[in-house]
Nanobody, 117 residues
Framework: QVQLVESGGGLVQPGVSLRLSCVAS????????MSWYRQAPGKQRELVAV???????NYADSVKGRFTISRDNAKNTVYLQMNSLKPEDTGVYYC???????????WGQGTQVTVSS
């Protein structure tokens, strides 16, 4: 069973940057689609960014040009570089893994990001 552990969240002021990390256990990471989701208080969880096993990426319109998702298969790690943070980026950020072969899905426990002056 794969486990995901996120880190890198925190309380920051608008305009600054944060980098989130998500480390996966197991050997399926390199063939998995990795995603970052976020959930703001009182709102549904939403997709922020996704990266395929081949490195293809896609982003929510709200973060295009500010966030960058990347992966390091040697370290079983996916990153979310978040620049020019806004108060509306506040929420719990979750990492999700989906195996490209078996469609097995698992989630991390989440990391809180708060953007406030």
């Amino acid at each position: 069973q794969v486990q995901l552990v996120e880190s890198g969240g925190g309380l920051v002021q608008p305009g600054v940057s944060l980098r989130l990390s998500c480390v996966a256990s197991g050997r399926v990471f390199s063939i998995s689609v990795m995603s970052w989701y976020r959930q703001a208080p009182g709102k549904q969880r939403e997709l922020v960014a996704v990266i395929t096993s081949g490195g293809g990426t896609n982003y929510a319109d709200s973060v295009k040009g500010r966030f960058t998702i990347s992966r390091d298969n040697a370290k079983n790690t996916v990153y979310l570089q978040m620049n020019s943070l806004k108060p509306e980026d506040t929420g719990v950020y979750y990492c999700k893994l989906m195996s490209a072969t078996t469609r097995y899905v698992t989630w991390g426990q989440g990391t809180q990001v708060t953007v406030s002056s």
